[in-house]
Structures are given as structure tokens and as C-alpha cells.
């Protein structure tokens, strides 16, 4: 009888329960330089609100922003505005800080 393995994603949304590894996770997204870089960024803080169990619409409600705007912003062509990122993130328990790159 075979078991069935656990999808990447599954993992991944288990580990993100830790805050700290989603600091980590984060911050090593940031770190990527490839083409879509911003895009994998807004899919990863899907992934995190996902991991949190929070739901989009309570997400929006909580960083005082339309459920449609934020489904946008946060979509692979997102483009979200400094502001929605920043009551995205402090919904999610984050803030954005800037390290040197030296």
C-alpha cells in the first residue's frame, strides 16, 4: 500500500505557521533577482496569508482595503502601492525594513 506524499505546497504552508520562518522565507524571496521577482514576492504573501488561515476577504478588512483591490495587488501582474504593502504586511504581523546591500 502506498502512501501518499505530501505536495511542496502542503509542507511549505506547514512550515509557514512559524513566524519566524516566514521572516525567512520572505526575506529570501526579496533576495531573488530573477525576472519576476516582484511577482513571486506578491505570491509568496499569498501564500502566507493562506498559511495563517486568513481568508483574503477578513486580509483586506483588516489592512482597511477593498477585497477586489487587494486580489489585485497581490496577483502575479500586482502592483501595489508602498501603502497597500505596508497594511498587508502589518495584518500579517510584518513590517518592511531596509538592510544595506554591502
Known amino acids: 500500500m502506498s502512501r501518499r506524499g505530501r505536495s511542496y505546497e ?4 506547514e512550515r509557514l505557521g512559524d ?3 516566514v521572516v525567512e522565507y520572505l526575506n529570501a524571496v526579496l533576495a531573488g533577482d ?4 516582484t ?6 504573501l499569498r501564500l ?5 488561515a486568513l481568508p483574503m476577504v477578513d486580509l483586506a478588512r483588516g489592512a482597511e482595503l477593498g477585497r477586489q483591490a487587494l486580489y ?3 496577483s502575479q501582474q500586482g502592483n501595489p502601492e508602498l501603502d497597500t504593502l505596508t497594511r498587508v504586511l502589518r495584518e ?5 525594513a531596509v538592510e544595506s546591500a554591502a
Open 10 to 13: 502542503e509542507s511549505l504552508l
Open 19 to 21: 513566524h519566524e520562518y
Open 34 to 37: 530573477g525576472p519576476d521577482s
Open 39 to 44: 511577482g513571486t514576492f506578491l505570491a509568496a
Open 48 to 52: 502566507v496569508a493562506k498559511a495563517q
Open 72 to 74: 489585485r495587488s497581490l
Open 92 to 96: 500579517l504581523g510584518l513590517r518592511l
